[in-house]
């Protein structure tokens, strides 16, 4: 497959990655924080926006504004900290969107 998965190192809850992380180029990885990967699709068509996975559970924001486009799996209290993580990193996938489709 490719590159190893970044992870935070034992004790830490969560792992930032401020790089295109993964070796996919149709859907990199831009975030890794706690349990959730946050990713882009080969979807440049389309205004800013990530992908949030959580195992079989898939999620999609918009990023200007920050709202969430749809969700599968998902319990409510989960888009709730998705949500947040995506404010909280909104700038790094913002810039990073920008990079990856040459917007």
């Known amino acids: 497959m490719g590159a190893a998965l970044t992870r935070a190192p034992p004790g830490i809850a969560s ?6 992380v993964s070796c996919c180029p149709k859907s990199p990885t831009v975030l890794r924080a706690e349990r959730y ?4 699709s080969n979807e440049g068509h389309e205004a ?5 996975q959580d195992g079989e559970k898939l999620s999609k924001f918009w990023l200007d504004p920050v709202r969430l486009a749809g969700s599968t799996g998902f319990a409510p209290h ?4 998705v949500q947040a993580l995506v404010l909280e990193h909104r700038e790094l996938l913002v810039e990073a969107w ?3 489709f040459g917007s």
Do not use: G, S
């Open 15 to 20: 792992l930032a990655v401020v790089k295109l």
């Open 37 to 40: 990967r946050f990713f882009f």
């Open 48 to 52: 800013p926006h990530v992908h949030v």
């Open 78 to 81: 989960d888009l709730t900290r």
């Open 98 to 100: 920008h990079e990856f």
